[in-house]
């Protein structure tokens, strides 16, 4: 199902331009606006989901798939050094367009580009009480 007033629903199902690296039944994969470096796409779903929590099981065993098949044809003719899949769920998490979305980035040696967090410090216990506290 596709939301109205969506965007990248929009911009998915080719009612908006985009620039379209792959397409296929359920996938559009576009280069993003704001390109972190060359190359920078965003996998979206045709399907609306805002978030990974309310993405299809289904939709989601296939979406590395295409991220996989696209990062191969990106080594191959962009020469990247790398490659970060990155994913924001929600506000708090970075998220700005509420439409799954998947960046693929491109990375290069020494492009200058962050996508990193600062390394935290915990015991063991401190670990074994989160863990409880998810699987409990
Ligand atoms: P988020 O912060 O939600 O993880 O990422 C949203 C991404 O979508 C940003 O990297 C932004 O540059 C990109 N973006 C936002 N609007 C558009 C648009 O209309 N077209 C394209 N191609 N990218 C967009
Ligand atoms: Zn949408």
Not at 55 to 77: D, F, I, P
């Amino acid at each position: 199902m596709k939301k109205e007033d969506c965007i990248f629903c929009k911009i998915a199902n080719g009612e908006i331009p985009s620039k379209t690296l792959y397409e296929d039944g359920d996938f559009r994969v576009i280069l993003d606006l704001g390109p972190a470096t060359k190359g920078h796409a965003l996998i979206l779903p045709k399907e609306h989901a805002a978030d990974l929590f309310e993405l299809s099981e289904e939709t989601a065993s296939k979406v590395l798939v295409v991220a996989r098949r696209v990062a191969a044809r990106m080594a191959e003719k962009l020469h990247c050094d790398g490659m970060n899949l990155v994913q924001n769920n929600g506000k708090a998490a970075g998220q700005t367009v509420p439409h799954f979305h998947l960046h693929m980035i491109p990375r290069y040696q020494d492009d200058g580009q962050q996508i990193n967090w600062v390394p935290g410090e915990c015991t063991q216990e401190e670990l074994e009480t989160v863990r409880r506290e998810i699987v409990g």
